[in-house]
């Protein structure tokens, strides 16, 4: 009832190599961050969920398909598709720590097509590009 009154999103999984949805394994996304945080409690620690959230409505209204991406084992935040686009996309607070930019472009670098590939964080950061695959600075993604 709750997909049916749009307060949730349900989101497919798409195996990336085999391009074919896959029937398990999906995820929801709140349409208002407020609903969550008078469920949950204003969590401070869960900012990465949140941003997620975001750039997920973000490419709803960005007229994508969106589905969560999977690469082997690792699993892509989104993969947005248009009829004439496709993005892949990653989202983390902070690409500082080496550990966290490592598990952030890992399954971004598995993929072998040419389609955009982009990590979104809160950084501002001089570093614009990993190996061809885009770090942006969320803020001024969604201002774009």
């Known amino acids: 009832m709750l997909r049916s009154a ?7 999984r798409y195996d990336v190599k085999g391009k074919q949805l896959l029937k398990t394994l999906g995820k929801h996304y709140i ?13 401070d620690a869960d900012r990465g969920h949140m941003l997620e959230n975001i750039v997920f409505l973000e490419l709803l209204r960005r007229d994508y398909r969106v ?24 989202v983390t607070e902070s690409m500082q720590s080496p550990e966290t ?3 952030e ?7 072998q ?3 955009e590939k982009i ?3 809160m950084d501002r950061d001089f570093i614009t590009s990993y190996d061809g695959i885009k770090s942006l600075n969320l803020i001024d993604w969604l201002l774009a």
């Open 105 to 111: 472009l890992r399954p971004l670098r598995m993929i």
């Open 101 to 103: 930019r490592e598990r």
């Open 6 to 12: 749009f307060v949730f999103y349900s989101v497919g």
């Open 113 to 115: 097509d040419n389609y």
């Open 31 to 43: 349409i208002d961050l407020g609903f969550r945080n008078m469920l949950l409690g204003y969590r």
């Open 67 to 90: 589905y969560i991406g999977k690469v082997g084992e690792t699993k892509v935040d989104f993969v947005a598709e248009k009829p004439d686009d496709k993005l892949y996309i990653q």
């Open 119 to 121: 990590v979104l964080s």
